[in-house]
């Protein structure tokens, strides 16, 4: 027997609620939670000064992946902004 709200749970843990292929140009990968994010629809970039240091422009889920990401960018691979 299945509980209606085991389908709810799992919706809301979907990491891509959206269901986009990350292998399509307009798709990047939040460095923090490792969300797809669709590149045209983001709310939350970060592109400069990462984009300076050739990284290119980073996109988030969230602004609070952003605020996560800027505080710390060392903990998820990044040099220190």
């Not at 986009?20 to 798709?27: A, G, I």
């Not at 969300?35 to 984009?51: G, I």
Request: hydrophobic share 35%; proline share 9%; charged share 15%.
């Amino acid at each position: 027997m299945t509980d209606s709200n085991d389908a709810e749970v799992q919706n809301a843990l979907n990491p891509n609620p959206q269901a986009l292929n990350e292998h399509d140009p307009n798709v990047a990968r939040d460095p923090v939670c490792g969300m797809l994010v669709d590149k045209r629809a983001a709310n939350n970039t970060l592109a400069a000064p990462v984009n300076e240091q050739g990284i290119g422009t980073l996109y988030f889920c969230s602004a609070d992946c952003k605020a996560l990401f800027e505080a710390n960018p060392a903990q998820y691979g990044y040099p220190t902004l």
